[in-house]
C-alpha cells in the first residue's frame, strides 16, 4: 500500500504544529497568526484518515486491511457504544 499521500498530510500537521508552537513563544506577536496556524493544523489532522481510506481503497479488496473505520471501538461481546 502507497502510503506517501498519508505521510505527507503527517507532515504538513507537523508543520503547522510547530507553526503554532513557534508563535505561542512569540507572545507580543498577533493572535491571528496563532488562529490561522491552528486552522491549518487542524484541516491537515482531519484529513489524514480520509486520505488513508483512499489509499486503502486504491487496493485490491483481497489486499485491503480489516479495520473497523468507525471512531468508536466495538467491544467483544457487547453492542458498539456511540
Same mark, same amino acid.
Given at each position: 500500500?502507497?502510503?506517501?499521500?498519508?505521510?505527507?498530510?503527517?507532515?504538513?500537521?507537523?508543520?503547522?504544529?510547530?507553526?503554532?508552537?513557534?508563535? /505561542?513563544?512569540?507572545?507580543?506577536? $498577533? %493572535?491571528?497568526?496563532?488562529?490561522? *496556524?491552528?486552522?491549518?493544523?487542524?484541516? #491537515?489532522?482531519?484529513?489524514?484518515?480520509?486520505?488513508?481510506?483512499?489509499?486503502?481503497?486504491? /487496493?485490491?479488496?483481497?489486499?485491503? $486491511? %480489516?479495520?473497523?473505520?468507525?471512531? *468508536?471501538?466495538?467491544?467483544?461481546?457487547? #453492542?458498539?457504544?456511540?
Amino acid at each position: 500500500m502507497d502510503l506517501d499521500r498519508v505521510k505527507k498530510k503527517l507532515r504538513e500537521a507537523a508543520f503547522f504544529l510547530g507553526k503554532m508552537q513557534e508563535e /505561542e513563544r512569540d507572545r507580543l506577536g $498577533p %493572535k491571528e497568526h496563532f488562529e490561522f *496556524y491552528l486552522s491549518a493544523f487542524l484541516a #491537515a489532522s482531519r484529513s489524514v484518515e480520509d486520505v488513508f481510506k483512499s489509499a486503502i481503497n486504491r /487496493e485490491p479488496p483481497e489486499n485491503r $486491511p %480489516k479495520y473497523n473505520y468507525s471512531p *468508536y471501538p466495538v467491544r467483544a461481546g457487547r #453492542a458498539p457504544l456511540i
